[in-house]
Every structure is written in structure tokens, then in C-alpha cells.
């Protein structure tokens, strides 16, 4: 017994002596403040800070790697009691969510052989399980096994739904998902996504120059959600009210039901639920990350410059916008024509994103009354340039500067402006693109009684969209097609009697696949008016360039057609804090497309910001088709025609500037919707009870 | 030479810690549903189960056994173990960082664990030499690693198929593990 116990005894005291030993002997320095953090942290060992958990975490808090905010389990209140054991202020990290991407769950019966497995890992494995879908959801709930807060539900549609309240970002869903369906994202990341080559993207969303998820508002639409189809809006375009009312929509030409039917309204469905918030009588929230201190001049208060302010003020930065124009909206507010975009609409879209805390200086000209130096001067860490493009092209004819003869823009801009210009009675607006249809469209307003288009190719190449055409024929203005100018003939006192052109044919095909006009020899024509419009395009203005007396100006490059050279992906510029887009980028385009653009230079900018290299997305798609989602034929399509679209007569709409397109009823815009086939990369829901397998074989 | 040859693929193959004497269950149902965490804790029981069974010996040899309390085996090595676990553990994170990083988090849960108890225990019964004692502490850590290895591959496989409500995860991980200490069954007069 006695030798038992002492045995005991001393073989304890022997571990306890060399312990005790050791742990001097192999004592590793460890501030004590890594044990104090590691308390407060949440210890779950989730790993969802992306250290090897709790400890390890709380390690890089006290070196300084992480910050107070690291642990995405204990939310803010774990964040402060962090930073109360280092004293420092709680960084506002902002918290990921999980969000998911594929639509096509309650497909994905059509889309997979289960085969009995249970798992989506497992059947990622099984090659033979895929039948038609190689990137969308396979629906067996994976994401909901891997989290452990209860957040993720397989949803009455097939696809994970995340329950934002409980979901911590831990990204254990993510990480279980083999489909990269379901991602662990801030919000800011959310903000500069990119179309990638992988994603589940219907054929409209691929060709939306601004990367909006069609399908996914159509679908809230569908289910009577207005605001969340407004948010999915606002994810990517900023000016859902301008575009739901001038976009030419590019989207629609690809739409798969219009492969076999009309294609969806897909553009009149965005006016509906914006205009649905403006009606609604109060703005639905928009969520900013938290601010990040870094200051960025924005350079034109257009499309491309509210887009990209307002993209790099949601994630976070401060930005200062700065008009060279009286007020803000560039060729919104100046280009586009008050019956097509009523200013009062321009101005509550612009005003929304002014209330996100974006300053902004009107009448303040770049390379006149500031320049680059006086900017870096302010303290602005990057400087986005969107002046758009407003320098009118000349006809280059005899007779151009007589009284009477205007050109396309800076007309357009002054009668916005509200400037009283000495009309005539009978016009001719020469050009075919939108800025000369808004000519003539606006002349017409103005009480002219004839106004002639002339254009020296016919109907079939004019550039204008389709739909304002139309609505210039019904509004009675006479068409010149084949017709080039040649001289404008004054009267004595220099005002303008006629214009002179010349009559042309077709010939071959140019570059563009367009026929090429050539003239016919004497065939001049005299068209009696008193006033002759210009617009045949438009360039940027890049007199800034020679004005700004800041000597790094002259390292700006610019292309040979007068635009700011970039680099196509990133949007920088030849001086790498410059960042540029839409008009001043591009040569004259879409209202999407500089929103577009916008959204990719805040991209580049962040990335500048942070001192990371500025390179474009991987696998980013850039508009590139992806090629199996582009159908030649669609099975399963019932023939419903489309929504048509409101509008007032003919004779309300020549007395007055009032807004000729009218917003869908409801009732109108639900059965609109109802005809979007929910598409996704491959799969769509048929009218038909049509199964997707079948055409896989 | 070839005793220890025979010992080593009777204790991996006939004598399978896992499979034929059923010691160290937690850890093989715990750790095994992922390869890499099999493989990580295959290694890190190796390595202490080595360093045990040498210490246990010594133990036995030299001051149990000339003091004549053997009955106290079970308790004295329960405080060994546990102890050079955690001797083990601060020294490798002041000596080598790197096999902490990749060992560290197995170390505990190896401190009370029955397979390193049991082998130390089979150890002493079989009257092994010291030599032979760290042989067959070795070869038994490899049979647990080989075992759980093999039975995270099962796993893995066994999310392909269809599983009965009631038998998924752990219950069929306990047939499974059935069916595989079946098959080591056949090594049975091998040796």
C-alpha cells in the first residue's frame, strides 16, 4: 500500500516537475493578449475568418494581420470586445452574406440523373449524373448540411435560400457547394462581380451591357415583389428610371423566346418596377458598405460618372462629382429630349443617388476651372473621367455657318437648357441616328410645321432604335433617305433658304456590313427649309487636355478619333490613376453602356485604391456569348403576344413635351412577366409541359 | 530479424488495433470523414504511440516491476501518456513550428485516447523486449493508420450511394467497419 501510494506520488511529481520544467524550457513568447482575444472570439473553430480556427485567429488580430472584426460568428458585439482587449477602434468590416446564384432548382430533375445519390459532391463526382447542366444547382442541400446556423434551406423552387438574418458569412456553404452555386460575398463584392465564364447566366443577362440578372427580377416581379426587384436592379445599374425609359435594349434581340415568339418586354418590365418606387412616394433604402476614407473625383456628372460614383460610394469610398453643366445627368438631361425622359424623373433618380452621400459641383468645367493638379491638391487618391462626348461632327459642306443651321447636341442642350432659339417653319435634321430623330422629334414640339430627316442610306441602316423611328413616322416627319448634303444656300441677309444634296445608290458593303452609299452624278436636289440640324456624330470634347496647365496632362493619351485611350478590360488610362468610360471612352453609345462602364472603372478604381494590381475579373465575360446557352430553335414555346406599350396619340404629343411612353399597368406588366421563360445558361421553363431531358436525349 | 518482420505484419494486419481489437473507436469514427484529416491523425498517432509505448516500458521495467505494484500499470500509464502529450506538444511548437502546424490540433485528442493506452498495456502483456516494445508500437500506430485511411475512403465512397434514413452516417460507418474487421479476418493464420 505504501509503496503503491509513494510510487504514485513520485511519478506524479516527476510529470509534474517535467512539465513544469518544459513549459520554461520550451516557452514560446506568446502575447498574452492572444489568449485574451482568443476568450472573447466566438470558439466555434468554424474557420470562417479563413484562419485554422479560433486561435489562430486570434493570433493574427494581436499581429495585426486581422482586425478586431475578424470573427464573422460573433458579429459586432464580438468585434467590440476585441477591440476593447487590443484598444483600438472596430474597424466596420462589413459582413459577408451567402447568396446563391443558379435559378433552375425546380429544374434540376430535367437537368440530372440522380441516380440515388444523395449529395452534391458525390454527384459532381458521378460525370454520368450530369445530363444537361454542367455549372447550375443539383439541389440536394449540401450548403444546408455544411451550415451549421440554420441559415441555408433547400426553397420551394429547388435552389438553397439563405435566411440573411441567421447566415454569418462562415463560408462553410461555399466551401461545401462543388457547383460554385452558393458564394460567401460582402456586399461590395456583389457590387463588382462580373459576368464570368462559369456563371449561370441567361442569354439576356449575358447581353446586357450592364450585367443585370434579368431573369431574377422578372421572377420577383413575377411574385409581386417590387422592391427586391428594384434592389436586384440597383445591384448593377444605378438609373433604373432612365434606362427602363430610353435603353434600346439590346437584351431583347436576345431573349429566347424570341427565337420562336416575340421576345419579353424585358425593358418596359425594369420601367415598371422603378417607376412603381418613384410612384410608391418613398425610396426604398440602398446599402452602402462602410466608408473606407479614400477620396475619388468624378469627372462628369453622366451616366457613366453617376454609375461609377454611385458604385464607388456603395462600396464604401467618398466621391465628389463634378459638372461642367448646370445641373447633373450630361446627355441625360441634356441629350435626351424631356417627352422621352422627363427631367422631373431624371432629377429623383439623380437626387437618389446624391442622398447616398455623393457631393457634387455644377458649372465647374474640367481643365477651366479645376484641373488634375488642383484635384491631387484636394487630396483625391483617383479621378474618374466621363465627359461624354458632345463635340457635334460638321457636315464639312459650303453654307454651313449661315443663320438657321445648328448642330445635333449642342441644339438639343440648349433647348433643354431652356434657351430660347429663333426657330423657322420648315427644317432638315441630317443624320440618322437617335440624336437626330431627337432633333426632328423635337422641332416637331416646338411648332415647326415640316421637318425632313435626311439620311444618305435608306431605313433599313439607320441607326436610331427602331422604336423611335416608328414614333417619328407616326408623328409625321418626312423621310429623305438616300441623300447626302451638299451645300446650304442662304439669302442675302445670310439665312438659310435651302439645302442642296445629292442623290445616292447602294453599292457594295462596307466594313460596318453596311452598303456603302454612292452618289449619282447630277442629281441635285433643292429642299426648301429655313433651318438645317447636323447630327451625323458626335466626339469628345478633349479640349481639357491643352487647357489643364498640369504638366502630367500631356501624358494622356487619346485615340485617333478624340476618345480617352484605356486599356478595354480595366478602364485605366495612360496615366494609371485615371480611370475612364462611357461617351469619352467609347465614342458616342448607350446609356447601359456607360452605366456598364461606370460600374467596371469604380471596379478598377477599388482595386487601385487598395494598392492591389488593376486587372480585370478572371474569366470575365465582357459581353462574349457563352456558346452553349445561345439556342437556334426553343421547344416548348406557346406563341402569347407581347405586352404592347402604352403610349399617348399623336395630336396630344405634338402640342407638348409630355412623356409619349407610358408605364405598363400592372395587370399587363404581371402577364409580360409571366411569358419570361426563367431562363438560365441552359435550362428555361417551357410553356409546354416540355421536359428539358428530352432534348438533352 | 524475421521475429520482428512477423511481429510487424501480425500487429498491422492480424492484430489490427481497429479491426481485431477494437481499441481507439472515437477517433476512427471521428476524424475519418475526410482523407486529409484521416491522414493527419494517422501520422500524429504514429509519432506519440512510438514515443509511449518506449516510456511505458521503461516504466514497467524499471520501476513497477523492482517495486512490485504492476497492478498499478493502467493508472501510472494514464499519467505518462497524458503528460508526455503535453510534453510533446510544447516541444514541438518551441522546435519544430512546422510539425506543430501540421500535428498540432491531433495532439490532444490523442492524450487519453484507448488505442495508445492499449498498445502499451499489450506491450507489457506480451513481455516484449524494449526494442520489440517500440516495433510493435509502431506497427500497431501503422495498422490504425492503414485502417482509418482505408475507412475514409469508404466514407467518401459511401456518399455516393443510397443510404437508409436510419443507417446514415455513424450507423453505417459501424457496419462498414464491420464489414472491413470481416475481411482483416482473413489475415487470420497468416502469420
Same mark, same amino acid.
Given at each position: ?33 492572444? %489568449?485574451? !482575444?482568443? &476568450? ?5 473553430? =468554424?474557420?470562417?475568418? #479563413?484562419?485554422? *480556427?479560433?486561435? +489562430?485567429? $486570434?493570433? %493574427?488580430? !494581436?499581429? &495585426? ?5 475578424? =470573427?464573422?460568428?460573433? #458579429?459586432?458585439? *464580438?468585434?467590440? +470586445?476585441? $477591440? ?23 429544374? $434540376? ?589 | ?191
Amino acid at each position: 500500500m505504501i509503496p503503491a501510494l509513494l510510487l504514485m506520488l513520485g511519478v506524479g511529481g516527476v510529470c509534474g516537475i517535467v512539465l513544469s520544467l518544459a513549459s520554461k524550457i520550451f516557452y514560446v513568447y506568446e502575447d498574452p493578449r492572444i %489568449a485574451m !482575444v482568443e &476568450g472573447v472570439l466566438a470558439g466555434a473553430n =468554424c474557420g470562417g475568418c #479563413g484562419y485554422a *480556427g479560433c486561435s +489562430a485567429a $486570434a493570433s %493574427a488580430v !494581436v499581429s &495585426g494581420q486581422a482586425p478586431a472584426s475578424v =470573427c464573422v460568428v460573433s #458579429g459586432k458585439t *464580438g468585434a467590440e +470586445a476585441v $477591440a476593447k482587449v487590443m484598444g483600438v477602434e472596430v474597424g466596420n468590416a462589413e459582413a459577408p452574406l451567402s447568396y446563391n446564384m443558379c435559378e433552375g432548382g425546380s429544374r $434540376a430533375a430535367d437537368k440530372y440523373h440522380y441516380m440515388g445519390v444523395s449529395s452534391c459532391k458525390a454527384m459532381a463526382v458521378v460525370f454520368g449524373g450530369k445530363r444537361l447542366c454542367g455549372v447550375g444547382c443539383i439541389g440536394l442541400g449540401d450548403c444546408v448540411k455544411a451550415c451549421v446556423f440554420g441559415a441555408v434551406k433547400i426553397g420551394p423552387k429547388g435552389y438553397p435560400v439563405v435566411d440573411d438574418e441567421k447566415c454569418v458569412g462562415c463560408g462553410a456553404c461555399q466551401k461545401a457547394c462543388p457547383k460554385n452555386i452558393i458564394e460567401v460575398k460582402t456586399l461590395s463584392e456583389r457590387l463588382m462581380k462580373f459576368n464570368q465564364k462559369n456563371d449561370p447566366l441567361a442569354p439576356c443577362a449575358q447581353t446586357c451591357p450592364a450585367e443585370i440578372n434579368i431573369p431574377l427580377y422578372i421572377n420577383q416581379l413575377k411574385e409581386g415583389k417590387y422592391k427586391e426587384a428594384v434592389r436586384t436592379i440597383r445591384l448593377r445599374n444605378p438609373l433604373p428610371l432612365a434606362c427602363g425609359r430610353v435603353c434600346p435594349h439590346p437584351c431583347e434581340d436576345e431573349c429566347r423566346r424570341g427565337i420562336e415568339d416575340e421576345p419579353v418586354s424585358i425593358n418596359q418590365l425594369k420601367r415598371f418596377v422603378s417607376d412603381y418606387e418613384m410612384n410608391s412616394g418613398s425610396r426604398i433604402p440602398i446599402t452602402c458598405a462602410p466608408d473606407t476614407g479614400k477620396k475619388i473625383a468624378v469627372i462628369g456628372g453622366g451616366p457613366s460618372g453617376l454609375s461609377c460614383a454611385f458604385f464607388l460610394r456603395r462600396i464604401g469610398h467618398q466621391v465628389d462629382i463634378f459638372e461642367a453643366m448646370p445641373k447633373l445627368g450630361g446627355m441625360l438631361r441634356y441629350g435626351i429630349p424631356e417627352y422621352r425622359l422627363p427631367k422631373k424623373v431624371l432629377d429623383w433618380e439623380i437626387q437618389g443617388i446624391l442622398d447616398l452621400g455623393i457631393k457634387s459641383f455644377c458649372y465647374v468645367k474640367f481643365g477651366v476651372d479645376f484641373g488634375l493638379g488642383s484635384l491631387m491638391a484636394a487630396g483625391y487618391n483617383a479621378v474618374f473621367l466621363g465627359v461624354g462626348a458632345w463635340e457635334d461632327f460638321s457636315l464639312g459642306i459650303e453654307g454651313e455657318n449661315l443663320e438657321g443651321c445648328f448642330t445635333g447636341i449642342n441644339f438639343l442642350q440648349r433647348i433643354s437648357g431652356g434657351e430660347k432659339i429663333k426657330l423657322g417653319r420648315t427644317a432638315a435634321v441630317v443624320g440618322g441616328g437617335n440624336t437626330a430623330v431627337d432633333c426632328a422629334r423635337t422641332l416637331l414640339r416646338l411648332g415647326l410645321d415640316k421637318v425632313y430627316m435626311v439620311y444618305r442610306r435608306t431605313r433599313k441602316e439607320m441607326p436610331a432604335n427602331e422604336v423611335e423611328i416608328i414614333a417619328s413616322e407616326h408623328e409625321g416627319i418626312e423621310f429623305v433617305f438616300l441623300a447626302a448634303p451638299t451645300r446650304v444656300i442662304g439669302d442675302d441677309q445670310n439665312k438659310v433658304t435651302h439645302l442642296e444634296y445629292l442623290k445616292m445608290q447602294l453599292g457594295e458593303p462596307d466594313k460596318s456590313g453596311r452598303r456603302r452609299p454612292e452618289p449619282v452624278e447630277g442629281t441635285e436636289t433643292l429642299l426648301a427649309v429655313d433651318m438645317v440640324i447636323s447630327a451625323i456624330g458626335q466626339s469628345p470634347d478633349a479640349s481639357f487636355k491643352k487647357q489643364d496647365p498640369q504638366p502630367r496632362m500631356k501624358e494622356l493619351e487619346l485615340t485617333k478619333w478624340n476618345t480617352i485611350d484605356n486599356n478595354p478590360a480595366t478602364l485605366q488610362s495612360s496615366i494609371p490613376y485615371i480611370f475612364t468610360a462611357g461617351d469619352a471612352a467609347t465614342g458616342p453609345s448607350l446609356v447601359v453602356e456607360a452605366i456598364g462602364g461606370g460600374r467596371r472603372a469604380a471596379r478598377s478604381i477599388d482595386l487601385f485604391m487598395k494598392g492591389k494590381a488593376v486587372e480585370p475579373m478572371k474569366d470575365s465575360l465582357q459581353k462574349k456569348r457563352i456558346h452553349e446557352s445561345i439556342f437556334t430553335h426553343v421547344d416548348g414555346v406557346k406563341k402569347t403576344p407581347r405586352a404592347k406599350m402604352p403610349e399617348i396619340s399623336v395630336n396630344e404629343r405634338l402640342d407638348s413635351f409630355v412623356e409619349v411612353d407610358l408605364v405598363l399597368p400592372e395587370v399587363d406588366a404581371q402577364k409580360e412577366a409571366e411569358r419570361c421563360l426563367n431562363c438560365c445558361r441552359i435550362c428555361y421553363n417551357p410553356d409546354t409541359d416540355f421536359p428539358m431531358a428530352k432534348k438533352a436525349g | 530479424m524475421g521475429d520482428l518482420f512477423v511481429l510487424v505484419i501480425s500487429c498491422i494486419f492480424i492484430n489490427n488495433i481497429l479491426l481485431a481489437q477494437y481499441l481507439g473507436n472515437c477517433p476512427f469514427l471521428g476524424t475519418s470523414k475526410k482523407m486529409e484529416t484521416a491522414i493527419g491523425m494517422a501520422m500524429a498517432v504514429i509519432f506519440v504511440l512510438v514515443l509511449a509505448g518506449g516510456l511505458t516500458w521503461i516504466l514497467n521495467e524499471y520501476m513497477l516491476k523492482p517495486m512490485d505494484v504492476v497492478y498499478l500499470q493502467t493508472l501510472s500509464f494514464i499519467l505518462v501518456i497524458a503528460a508526455l502529450v503535453q510534453f510533446v506538444e510544447m516541444f514541438l511548437k518551441k522546435s519544430i513550428p512546422a510539425l506543430y502546424g501540421s500535428l498540432g490540433i491531433y495532439l490532444p485528442l490523442i492524450t487519453t485516447n484507448c488505442a495508445v493506452l492499449g498498445v502499451c498495456l499489450i506491450n507489457i502483456k506480451e513481455e516484449y523486449t524494449f526494442i520489440e516494445s517500440l516495433v510493435t508500437s509502431f506497427a500497431y500506430a501503422a495498422g490504425f493508420g492503414l485502417a482509418l485511411v482505408l475507412f475514409a475512403g469508404v466514407r467518401e465512397r459511401i456518399l455516393l450511394a443510397r443510404v437508409p434514413k436510419p443507417l446514415q452516417d455513424v450507423s453505417i460507418g459501424l457496419i462498414t467497419a464491420g464489414i472491413i474487421a470481416m475481411t482483416f479476418m482473413s489475415f487470420k493464420g497468416m502469420v
